[in-house]
């Protein structure tokens, strides 16, 4: 049958494909647009499994918070290539996933790929789709959320290095004038990595590793037994100093903790939670 080219645009505008793709689906489906789509969804599944082994360590991280900033999310769109992971609609992609997941804050990524992209088709569908509209594997690999009561606290978020990170933030107080500081404790995040807020949230399993390995490298300096223990715990503390957040130097002014700058800005200013994804 003949396809007009009011059909294949028509298709093209809907699922991003390309002009013969669409031409081929609607060929396929006889030109009904909604069986072409499905007949698109399916190549991309095939495609998926194809590159199911493949490795998809490009992609973009988004950070969004809702209007309120009483929550925000983190997601990462993963593809196989750098040139992908810079067009305008892979990255638009994301932002979509982003703002449906901002929207609904589901407690895990299972949940968030059974949640309707649209009224037709479910984000996991729509990333299965896109495998075959891109050719590339795609995944949304990573998502969290921070959420925080009204008047409680307020969210932050940062995107770093051209999409390559995100990072949330959560604050106990809000207001415009912890905005700046916000976004440069995010920022922080983003640049050391920290594991935790503060020493207290450092899992157990963690603490006794760090003792276990000061203790082990003290007895290779031939200390003695009796003080192993000390010299750990000294250890110990060094390394929360390099990896909780609160504890960490200020990039910004290394004579200050985060903790301390965020006190001279505001009297018991802190940080509650942080959420970092990103691509490396």
């Known amino acids: 049958m003949s396809i007009s080219a009011k059909d294949v645009k028509q298709l093209r505008d809907i699922t991003g494909a390309g002009m013969m793709d669409c031409k081929k689906a609607l060929t396929e489906s006889n030109g009904d647009v909604e069986g072409a789509i499905e007949v698109l969804r399916k190549k991309g599944q095939k495609l998926s499994a194809k590159r199911a082994e493949r490795e998809a360590n490009e992609g973009v991280v988004v950070a969004l918070t809702s209007a309120n900033k009483n929550k925000g999310i983190v997601l990462r769109l993963s593809c196989e290539t750098d040139f992908v992971a810079k067009g305008e609609g892979f990255i638009d992609l994301a932002k979509q996933f982003g703002n449906i997941a901002l929207s609904k804050t589901p ?83 983003a640049a050391m990595k920290p594991i935790a807020v503060d ?41 929360f100093k390099e990896t909780t957040l609160l504890n960490q130097v200020f990039v910004k002014d290394n004579k200050q903790t985060i903790a301390s700058y965020l006190n001279s800005i505001e009297s018991g200013l802190t940080v509650t939670d942080f959420k970092h994804i990103s691509l490396a």
């Open 107 to 189: 407690d895990s990524l299972e949940e968030l790929l059974k949640l309707p992209f649209d009224s037709s088709i479910s984000i996991g569908d729509k990333v299965i789709e896109q495998v075959g509209v891109i050719g590339e594997k795609i995944e949304i690999k990573e998502y969290d959320k921070i959420e925080t009561a009204a008047g409680e606290g307020q969210v932050i978020p940062y995107i770093h290095m051209g999409y390559r990170a995100g990072v949330i933030v959560s604050f106990n107080k809000e207001g415009s004038a912890i905005e700046e500081p916000g976004r440069n404790v995010a920022m922080q995040v």
């Open 199 to 239: 020493k207290t949230d450092v899992p157990q399993e963690i603490v006794d590793k760090e003792i276990e390995i000061g203790k082990e490298l003290a007895r290779n300096e031939g200390k003695p037994a009796e003080m192993l223990e000390r010299i750990a715990t000294g250890r110990l503390n060094k390394f």
